[in-house]
Structure formats: structure tokens, C-alpha cells
């Protein structure tokens, strides 16, 4: 079907894990952050993909190597539909922003960025690590669901229920 206007996205785990990872190479990371990075990359998305079949989902993508921004631009563009992603609403590693704001983002991460500047547009009140958070690729990254804004809410209640705390609203078609 493809994502369409006025579907909601819901992602299923938190964003971060390639910059504390790059964190944790330069003895920079905090064993916190570290286990939690590490909880988020070995949950599987076997239980978050069982509920969403429960809904008629238009489209889906896991959140990898492009960052949920690159995933983003290939279901939008896929779909012929523009996504808005709300900054404020993405469930984050805690130390993953701080952490790219010092400046430990990955390789992948900034071609993610040369890749998608000409192609997105960010708003220039959102801070910096938070870009990079969005742009950050994903080990084991969470699905972004995109369905009808009436089963979103449901959505996020079936996946909490089922062990996926950080399942969030996070935009909009």
C-alpha cells in the first residue's frame, strides 16, 4: 500500500546506538550507556513485528544502516508522500545526543548526512545532537511503522503491553 496522508509513524526502539558504540571504541562511553545501547541492539523485533500485524500497517522499515531519516526518505518516497519526524518525540539511548554533540558519530552517519542534505529539510531550532541522533545508522534498529492515525495510540499501547517500552508516536505523513 505504501505510507499514506495522514498516517502516523511509530517507532519501536530507542535511536543512538552507532554513536555510543563509536563512544565506547574511544573509551568515552559509560558502562550505563554501554548497557543500554547493548539491551536496545540484542532485542529482537520478532514481538513488535507479531503486534503490528494485528493493525493495517501501510508501511514498515527497521531502522539500520540509514538512520530513521534515510528510512524515512525511502518510505516517503516510496509512497509519493512527505514524512515530518518530531525531534522532541524520539526515543533516544540517554547519553547518545551528548555524546554526538562532543563529537563521536560514526562514519556512516555523515555520508548519511552528505546522502540526505539535499534531500530533507531540518528545522534550524533543533539541536545538533539530536541531527546526528536521526542521522545516526542503527545496529539492530527498531521497525517505523506507518498506519492510519485512529489505530496509532492502540498501536503503542498493544506494543507496550507486549515489552516494548519505547515504542513512540514519533510523526506524521
Known amino acids: 500500500v505504501g505510507v499514506q496522508e495522514g498516517d502516523v509513524l511509530v517507532l519501536t526502539k530507542p535511536l ?3 554513536i555510543i558504540t563509536t ?3 574511544k573509551g ?3 558502562q550505563e550507556s554501554v548497557d543500554e545501547a547493548v539491551r536496545s541492539m540484542t532485542a529482537l523485533n520478532a514481538t513488535a513485528s507479531r503486534v503490528m500485524r494485528n493493525y493495517a500497517v501501510h508501511a514498515c522499515s527497521d531502522v539500520t544502516g540509514f538512520g530513521i531519516l534515510g528510512h524515512g526518505l525511502g518510505m516517503a518516497s516510496g509512497s509519493g508522500v512527505t514524512l515530518v519526524i518530531e525531534s522532541a518525540k524520539l ?3 540517554n547519553s547518545a545526543p551528548r555524546l554526538a554533540e562532543k ?3 560514526t562514519g556512516g552517519c555523515k555520508r548519511n548526512r552528505e546522502f540526505l542534505q539535499e534531500k530533507i529539510s531540518i528545522e534550524k531550532s533543533i539541536r545538533e545532537g539530536l541531527i546526528e541522533v536521526a542521522l545516526d545508522p542503527q545496529t ?3 521497525l517505523l511503522i506507518a498506519l492510519a492515525k485512529r489505530h496509532a495510540s ?3 499501547e498493544e506494543l507496550k503491553s507486549a515489552g516494548i517500552d519505547a ?3 514519533v510523526g506524521y505523513a
Open 16 to 18: 543512538g546506538t552507532g
Open 23 to 25: 563512544a565506547l571504541k
Open 28 to 30: 568515552k562511553a559509560s
Open 91 to 93: 526515543p533516544l539511548l
Open 103 to 105: 563529537g563521536y558519530i
Open 140 to 142: 539492530s534498529g527498531g
Open 154 to 156: 492502540q498501536l503503542v
Open 167 to 169: 515504542a513512540t508516536q
